[in-house]
């Protein structure tokens, strides 16, 4: 798959398990649904009408599970500068068949571009630190194919190469 794509099959269990474990639960299900346009922490709560603790222990699990995607930040009126957060999904197809799963799911876009985004950041910064102009025009080249071929696709071959610079 393409990081282009955004249809996609998740086929490794771990993550399928942790998907559905994640969408049973009615109050991360309620998160992850507010957030499909990006939204500060304090206007998800409001929107999902749920406690303001457990409403962020329950989003750092999701952040952490990669799930509720940074998408930005907003200053608020005193100055106060906050992270905006996306659903990672737009909709998802669970299939459960004698303990095997099948997900199909639709990446939101806004998520898709929040994490380009990011990976691009990363790999600037590396190349900031590289010292050869070779090793910025491979770091270019690399975020190039990232965006055609997906992360998946690169991350072998940057290993590699970062490795011989």
Request: with cysteine.
């Amino acid at each position: 798959m393409g990081f282009g794509q955004r249809r996609v099959s998740i086929k490794k269990k771990s993550f399928a398990w942790l998907i559905v474990n994640t969408y049973a639960d009615s109050d991360q299900k309620k998160i992850l649904d507010a957030a499909q346009k990006p939204r500060i922490i304090f206007d998800i709560i409001d929107k999902c009408n749920l406690p303001q603790t457990s409403t962020y222990r329950k989003m750092n699990i999701l952040i952490q599970n990669g799930l509720l995607v940074p998408y930005g930040s907003m200053v608020m009126k005193h100055g106060k500068v906050v992270t905006k957060y996306v659903s990672l999904f737009e909709n998802l197809e669970i299939n459960i068949k004698k303990n095997n799963i099948l997900i199909t799911a639709t990446i939101n876009e806004r998520a898709r571009q929040a994490l380009l985004r990011i990976m691009r950041e990363k790999i600037i910064g590396l190349s900031k630190n590289l010292r050869s102009g070779s090793a910025r025009i491979f770091t270019a080249a690399v975020y190039e194919k990232m965006q055609k071929e997906g992360p998946g696709s690169i991350i072998p071959h940057l290993m590699k190469e970062l490795v011989r610079v």
